[in-house]
Structure formats: C-alpha cells, structure tokens
C-alpha cells in the first residue's frame, strides 16, 4: 500500500523524451496503491433544500436535481509550492511517490543517474521550480467563507487558492489542520456580489449498506465532476491510522478528488472522500470515505481552538486473540488488552493495570483494539467515565478521567514486576520450548539488559517451537506468566502447574523485547 500526492503540475515545460522514459517506468509497474482524499462539514452551513422522499431515495430517476443544487458548495482547490531543486531534487515529470516510500527514492536514484540534456545532474543545484496541486474542498459556513479540505491538498503550499463553480478565484488561510485525519480549514473572504453557498452534515451512524451517494470533486484538474454509488460497505479498517472507520462506496473517486464531499440523498455531507484502493492510480470502484460523525467534531474543535483536541486515556494497546481469551478465561476476543501503561497518565490514576482487558468505555462496547481508540479520542476531555475491564477472571468497572492527547504521545509501560528472589540456574521449560534463566550480573551483562529489569530472561529457544513462531528471541525478558509477576524460573513452573490445574489449553506471558512490552500466548504441549 501507498500513499497519493495530490494531482501536481508544474510550470516549467515538460521535456518529451523524459514524459516518454517516464511512461515506460510507470508502464513496467503494477502498484496497488491506496491514495488519500478527505475533507469534512460543519455546522452552520444553510440548508439546500427538503429532505426527499423515501420512494427518491431508494431508487433515483435521475440525480440532476440534487448534483445541480450541491454543486455550487463544492469547490476547487489550488495549492502552490515552491520546491529548491538540489542534489536529491527529483528530474521533472517524475512519476509521483508518497515522500521517503521505495518507489519515490528508486526514480529519484534513477533520474539523477541519467539526467537529460538540460537537466541537473545528481549533486548540481538547480534553480527552485513551481509545484501546484489540485484538489477538492466544500463550503461548510457561507457567512463566516469556511471552506473544509484535506490537509495534504495544501499541506507547505505557499499560496491556496479556492475556485468557485463559476471559476471566481478566492485567495485563502489556514486557520487549522489535524494531520492524524488529514483535514484542514480554510477561510476565504466571501465577494460582495457573489454570496457563497454552504453544505450540512449529515448522520453516517444512519446511512446503511445499500444506500445511493454522490461523490463530487475536482478529478484530475477538470472542474466540478459528480459520481455516484452506494454504500459498499461500513466500518473498514485501511490501516491508514489508530481513527479508521471508513465508508466504503463505489462512487468512481480519482486524483484530484482529494478534499470532496460524499453525499447522501438528502444532499447531506455523511463522508470525506479520503482514499481508494487502484493498481494504477485510477478508480476501479473502491473509495473510502470517513464518516461525519468523526470529521464533524475535528473540524468544530479546529474553528473553535485552531487545532483538533482528543481524549487521551495514555495506555498501549494489542488485539485479543482467541489464545489469549482462552488462558484468561474469556469466552470472546472482543475487548483491547493493555500492553503499557503512561505512568501520571489517565489510565494510571484509574488504576488500570498491565493485562487488563478493556471491555466497555463509557458505555461503548469495545469491540476490538481498533474501536478504543476512536472511541476514547470522542469522549470530552475531562469527562469521568466508567470503564469496565477484564481481571482476574472477572469484569471490574473502573473510573477514568479523560485527559487531552499530548501533541507527542509516549508510549511508556508504568507497570513493574515485584522484585523476588533469583534462582542463577537454567531450566528449560520443554511445554513452551523455551530455556530461561534468572537476571544475575552475568546474565545482564551477557544480554545487555539494564540493571532496574525485573523477571526472567530467555537464554534460548527450541526451533520449531510455538515461542520461536511467535517472534521471540534470546534476550527476551519474561516480566509476567498468568498477569503474575516472575523473578526466578521456578516462578514459571509454579504458575504453568497452576495453568494445567485450571485445564487451560495456552498460557499468557508478558515479554520485554526491543520493541517494548507485549503479551504473547502460548499454546500448552
């Protein structure tokens, strides 16, 4: 998967034979890509006309009512950059990479070890060009001249421009953008003679698979262009980041689209139009949309604050996979299971523990890792709500007060091992194929390990084994077997005796790798 660029040209002259090297490179790769284009509403915006019927709704004649009466609130989006050409600047025409990713720095590599006549070699400095990306925004606020977009349509644009349907010009500012869901506000200054018009949002909690969408932006640089669909599906998780709730749609959505609205029969903004999956860059029918529900409360925050505030409950988190129900006697994976917790964090002064298992947040079922989040970054910052989690074989309803997510948010486990004494002998546990050994001076010193590290260490792992398959390596640090602390190996045989005495089929260990802290099961042999 990658990420898109908005749809870019430039002002210099394109060189022929370059566009043709650049074809026959683009032509001998096949990419899947998953390409970004969001934007959101908020209220405030006037209301275009009555909601239609339900007969419309299901089954539409025709949408030219309803796309000549939104239009007007979609617009365009200019973005101007000013990019310095040097050692590592890019030949022009470049086929257009997501920054750092392994395409981009392979045709750059390429381009500057065989420049065309005219054209920069790799260390020579070349003089700074102009970069101009194309996108989509909507009007969410006709008196105040709001205008919603996603934040890499003008993401270190010098300039911005907002075209009108009637291709009035409008110079605009940045009042605020929030990178995590990739939307940004603008403010234009309405003309005197031409009052703007506004979208609404709509409820996407209400919308359901089936239902029609129109999908209306700027593809491709060529002006205000309406597709539609339906919803394909709801609640797709695209890996793009900890907030995916994605509308699926089949509403065709290309570059350039970037920024536009999706929307209901009712004429509704229920989506920003943010991503779509295409081995070439063009629609093949799957676009993602965020839903209103998310967007409309970032875009309120950004007007009333000049950025996004989210509840922040300062733990780290991994999926409940069916081993790990099992061996804590949970009869569903639904839930996140916490892997760290920020000490001084919300979470911490709630008395949420290491191993937890988040069940409920104020009231909300967490389904799985990916719901929490969403569902935290919604509360109100400092609301106190219950949370129910999973401990010690029993549901536990705790009291969290919502903090604000910090800009840079740590990911630091607080909860430590009760110190106990240390056995220095090996013993090699044949159930997990794993050889431990006690944390003597030696050992650390061996291992590398810091003197303050409490548990037991991997001294060596059985191929073949479950623990290798897993992903564990010598040096591995067990810190806890059943959520129970561990400070000699004896410590380990007495709780997987205990484990086989409860009839358990897998056992839990909390391991401290190089990548922090993790819970990983263990099927009993």
């Given at each position: 998967?990658?990420?898109?660029?908005?749809?870019?040209?430039?002002?210099?002259?394109?060189?022929?034979?370059?566009?043709?090297?650049?074809?026959?490179?683009?032509?001998?790769?096949?990419?899947?890509?998953?390409?970004?284009?969001?934007?959101?509403?908020?209220?405030?915006?006037?209301?275009?006309?009555?909601?239609?019927?339900?007969?419309?709704?299901?089954?539409?004649?025709?949408?030219?009512?309803?796309?000549?009466?939104?239009?007007?609130?979609?617009?365009?989006?200019?973005?101007?950059?000013?990019?310095?050409?040097?050692?590592?600047?890019?030949?022009?025409?470049?086929?257009?990479?997501?920054?750092?990713?392994?395409?981009?720095?392979?045709?750059?590599?390429?381009?500057?070890?065989h420049p065309l006549p005219g054209q920069p070699h790799g260390g020579e400095e070349g003089a700074p060009r102009r970069a101009q990306s194309l996108g989509s925004g909507f009007i969410v606020d006709a008196k105040e001249g709001i205008v919603v977009t996603n934040n890499h349509v003008i993401d270190?644009?010098?300039?911005?421009?907002?075209?009108?349907?009637?291709?009035?010009?409008?110079?605009?500012?940045?009042?605020?953008?929030?990178?995590?869901?990739?939307?940004?506000?603008?403010?234009?200054?309405?003309?005197?003679?031409?009052?703007?018009?506004?979208?609404?949002?709509?409820?996407?909690?209400?919308?359901?698979?089936?239902?029609?969408?129109?999908?209306?932006?700027?593809?491709?640089?060529?002006?205000?262009?309406?597709?539609?669909?339906?919803?394909?599906?709801?609640?797709?998780?695209?890996?793009?980041?900890?907030?995916?709730?994605?509308?699926?749609?089949?509403?065709?959505?290309?570059?350039?689209?970037?920024?536009?609205?999706?929307?209901?029969?009712?004429?509704?903004?229920?989506?920003?139009?943010?991503?779509?999956?295409?081995?070439?860059?063009?629609?093949?029918?799957?676009?993602?949309?965020?839903?209103?529900?998310?967007?409309?409360?970032?875009?309120?925050?950004?007007?009333?604050?000049?950025?996004?505030?989210?509840?922040?409950?300062?733990?780290?988190?991994?999926?409940?996979?069916?081993?790990?129900?099992?061996?804590?006697?949970?009869?569903?994976?639904?839930?996140?299971?916490?892997?760290?917790?920020?000490?001084?964090?919300?979470?911490?002064?709630?008395?949420?523990?290491?191993?937890?298992?988040?069940?409920?947040?104020?009231?909300?079922?967490?389904?799985?890792?990916?719901?929490?989040?969403?569902?935290?970054?919604?509360?109100?910052?400092?609301?106190?709500?219950?949370?129910?989690?999973?401990?010690?074989?029993?549901?536990?309803?705790?009291?969290?007060?919502?903090?604000?997510?910090?800009?840079?948010?740590?990911?630091?486990?607080?909860?430590?091992?009760?110190?106990?004494?240390?056995?220095?002998?090996?013993?090699?546990?044949?159930?997990?194929?794993?050889?431990?050994?006690?944390?003597?001076?030696?050992?650390?010193?061996?291992?590398?390990?810091?003197?303050?590290?409490?548990?037991?260490?991997?001294?060596?792992?059985?191929?073949?084994?479950?623990?290798?398959?897993?992903?564990?390596?010598?040096?591995?640090?067990?810190?806890?077997?059943?959520?129970?602390?561990?400070?000699?190996?004896?410590?380990?045989?007495?709780?997987?005796?205990?484990?086989?005495?409860?009839?358990?089929?897998?056992?839990?260990?909390?391991?401290?790798?190089?990548?922090?802290?993790?819970?990983?099961?263990?099927?009993?042999?």
């Open positions: 998967m990658t990420y898109p660029t908005p749809l870019q040209t430039e002002s210099h002259p394109a060189d022929k034979a370059l566009q043709r090297r650049s074809r026959c490179l683009r032509a001998g790769l096949a990419l899947a890509a998953m390409i970004p284009l969001a934007t959101g509403l908020v209220p405030g915006g006037l209301p275009l006309y009555p909601a239609m019927d339900a007969q419309a709704r299901e089954a539409p004649a025709s949408f030219a009512d309803l796309a000549e009466k939104l239009l007007p609130g979609v617009v365009n989006i200019s973005s101007t950059t000013t990019i310095a050409r040097g050692p590592e600047g890019p030949g022009p025409d470049m086929p257009q990479f997501p920054p750092g990713s392994p395409f981009e720095k392979f045709f750059r590599d390429f381009m500057n070890r270190g644009a010098d300039e911005i421009t907002v075209i009108l349907q009637d291709n009035t010009p409008l110079k605009a500012k940045v009042l605020g953008r929030d990178e995590r869901l990739d939307i940004a506000v603008l403010q234009v200054t309405s003309p005197k003679d031409k009052p703007l018009t506004a979208v609404q949002f709509g409820d996407s909690d209400k919308e359901r698979v089936g239902d029609w969408v129109l999908a209306i932006g700027n593809p491709f640089g060529l002006g205000g262009s309406v597709t539609a669909g339906i919803v394909s599906a709801r609640g797709r998780d695209i890996h793009q980041g900890p907030y995916d709730d994605f509308i699926q749609t089949d509403a065709a959505i290309n570059r350039g689209n970037s920024g536009g609205p999706l929307f209901n029969m009712d004429g509704q903004v229920i989506g920003i139009n943010t991503a779509i999956y295409s081995p070439s860059g063009g629609s093949i029918g799957i676009g993602f949309a965020i839903p209103s529900k998310l967007a409309q409360n970032v875009v309120d925050q950004i007007r009333k604050f000049g950025r996004a505030r989210r509840g922040w409950l300062g733990v780290r988190i991994q999926q409940v996979t069916p081993e790990i129900a099992e061996s804590l006697g949970l009869k569903e994976t639904n839930g996140a299971m916490i892997a760290g917790v920020n000490e001084g964090g919300p979470a911490d002064k709630a008395h949420l523990q290491n191993g937890d298992i988040i069940l409920k947040f104020n009231n909300q079922d967490v389904k799985d890792m990916h719901s929490l989040p969403r569902i935290v970054a919604e509360t109100p910052i400092d609301e106190t709500v219950p949370v129910v989690v999973w401990r010690g074989g029993k549901r536990v309803t705790l009291d969290a007060r919502v903090g604000e997510m910090p800009d840079d948010v740590k990911q630091a486990a607080a909860e430590k091992a009760k110190p106990g004494s240390h056995d220095s002998a090996q013993l090699v546990i044949r159930e997990l194929g794993v050889t431990v050994a006690a944390l003597s001076p030696e050992v650390r010193e061996h291992f590398n390990l810091q003197g303050d590290q409490k548990g037991v260490v991997i001294a060596n792992i059985a191929s073949g084994s479950a623990a290798e398959q897993r992903g564990l390596k010598p040096g591995d640090i067990i810190v806890e077997v059943q959520q129970e602390p561990v400070a000699a190996p004896k410590d380990i045989t007495q709780r997987l005796e205990a484990v086989r005495k409860q009839g358990r089929k897998s056992v839990l260990l909390l391991i401290q790798g190089q990548d922090g802290l993790r819970w990983v099961p263990l099927p009993l042999s």
